[in-house]
């Protein structure tokens, strides 16, 4: 359940729940409407938003007995995703490796393993709505069951980002594929809030991602190794269960058989520490090369923009008296977007007379402008603004 202290201060909070692996019965669904008379319900979802108040169900209990997958986003800062995993396909000593701390919470449950992502950050305070997320992160829970930890390793860093750790804790094993982040893992990313030059950090020990894929070749030569005992258990299963995830496992087997498991990286494991400063180099050497890139582009735009008004000016040539009866006819207008574009001449003829070494007559003629239009605040103020007074 959410803190007393949380619920007094909510604006926005919302709660969306997703069953994946079985559609919920109409008795679910009674039952769930007890807890809300309010929230959407269908045989896949539940969600509720409260603009205040706050939500009478327990998020935990609702996990074990209902869904597979929980968001919540609060505007003070609260993100936190849940994912319920089959323990066959992800162990709890598997994840634990990843977890510590309130960051990337594991706790078993019956046949399935519950994985508990939060971020919290009362700083942020960029409104963000919660509708949206949870579909872009539901990848995450199939990756997960097919071998791939790099949402377990994202938790972990976030510990480190947030100092739950120990400066000398050690990291788990590097999941490879970490320098690639797919669609989902990046959504994971933002949502949690975890810095990229720390992900960056991270992924320099990480193997390249290996072959997810499996040819007909492939299957047909794994199941020739098999004996005949095997084929009959896993047809025989694949007939008469109601297992969701068993194609899953079994194309598991089929992979680790063609392609292998990757070895763990035999450098040292980093610690907590250790990434935090080479996040920190990574930040400055990125920082330092955006700097220089915008310091390129404008001196790009200015060369561009020196160009442009060079090709102007030239147009103006030889035009200097005719634009200065356009000052006066714009300024005895007396309209202010009238005294604009009077300024803008001025400006052009300041810069012609620069070019022909004679600012001194600019000097004379806009002193003068100037004894004749004191009395036009507005128009005198345009004048200082565009430094055409002395200049």
């Known amino acids: ?19 994946i692996d079985r559609p919920l019965s109409a008795r679910q669904m009674e039952e769930l409407r007890k807890i809300s008379s309010r929230a959407q319900i269908t045989p896949s979802s539940f969600v509720n938003v409260y603009n205040y108040g706050d939500f009478r169900g327990d998020p935990d209990k609702l996990i074990d007995k209902y869904f597979d997958a929980f968001l919540y986003l609060a505007n003070w800062g609260t993100r936190w995703l849940m994912l319920r995993v089959p323990r066959k396909l992800l162990s709890s000593e598997t994840a634990a490796a990843f977890g510590g701390g309130d960051c990337l919470a594991i706790r078993q449950r019956g046949d399935h393993v519950v994985l508990s992502f939060r971020s919290e950050d009362e700083e942020d305070y ?41 400066e000398d804790a050690v990291e788990p094993a590097v999941p490879p594929g970490l320098d690639e982040l797919d669609s989902a893992l990046d959504q994971l990313a933002r949502f949690l809030r975890i810095d990229t030059d720390l992900i960056a950090a991270a992924a320099e020990r990480s193997a390249a991602k290996p072959s997810s894929s499996l040819t007909r070749h492939d299957v047909i030569a794994w199941l020739s190794d098999l004996s005949a005992k095997k084929k009959d258990d896993l047809l025989t299963r694949l007939i008469t269960d109601e297992d969701p995830h068993l194609v899953v496992e079994i194309q598991q087997q089929a992979l680790e058989s063609v392609h292998g498991t990757s070895p763990p990286s035999d450098e040292r494991r980093r610690t907590a520490a250790d990434l935090l400063e080479r996040a920190q180099v990574l930040g400055d050497a990125r920082r330092a090369k955006e700097a220089k890139d915008r310091a390129r582009k404008k001196a790009k735009r ?16 030889g035009k200097e008296p005719k634009l200065w009866s356009q000052v006066h006819e714009l300024i005895d207008t007396r309209q202010p977007k009238r005294y604009d574009a009077a300024v803008e001449l001025l400006r052009d ?22 004894d004749q239009h004191q009395r036009k605040t507005t128009l005198v103020e345009r004048f200082r603004k565009a430094r055409l007074l002395g200049g």
């Open 1 to 19: 359940m959410l803190a007393e202290s949380e619920v007094q201060m909510s604006e926005y909070q919302y709660y969306e729940f997703r069953s």
């Open 126 to 166: 960029e409104w963000a709505e919660g509708e949206g997320w949870i579909g872009s992160l539901l990848p995450l829970r199939s990756s997960l069951m097919r071998g791939d930890h790099r949402a377990l390793y994202l938790g972990w860093l976030l510990a480190v980002q947030n100092e739950e750790l120990d």
């Open 302 to 317: 200015e060369r561009e923009a020196a160009k442009r008004r060079q090709v102007h000016l030239s147009s103006l040539r």
């Open 349 to 370: 003829l300041h810069d012609l007379a620069k070019l022909r070494e004679d600012l001194g007559a600019f000097r004379t003629k806009m002193s003068a402008l100037h």
